[in-house]
């Protein structure tokens, strides 16, 4: 069970961190959008199988409570990026 619950919290923090950095090396807004678009996908994904584990008993509530938190903040915080880029879109150069 442990591993499980470990195995998720460290593939969450690995997608989430890849999906961030590549949307923050220099690219257009339009590629960044798209990576924190996939960051936050994924984000939503992990919070799914966080409570499919939980629910089939393969990690305890105290678990599931801490890293199901940690995952909805990032969430919130990919979310609120994602409204930013979108509400303050940068020009293109032509």
Do not use: V
Not at 2 to 14: F, I, N, R
Not at 30 to 43: G, L, V
Request: net charge negative; hydrophobic share 35%.
């Amino acid at each position: 069970m442990g591993h499980l619950q470990k195995y998720s919290s460290t593939e969450l923090l690995d997608a989430l961190n890849k999906h961030y950095f590549e949307g923050t090396i220099n690219i257009s807004q339009a590629d960044f959008s798209a990576k924190i678009s996939i960051a936050y996908k994924e984000c939503l994904e992990t919070k799914y199988w966080l409570s499919l584990l939980k629910d089939t008993g393969y990690i305890e509530q105290k678990a599931f409570d801490s890293i199901y938190k940690d995952a909805d903040e990032i969430g919130k915080i990919l979310f609120s990026i994602l409204k930013t880029t979108k509400i303050n879109p940068q020009p293109t150069s032509n």
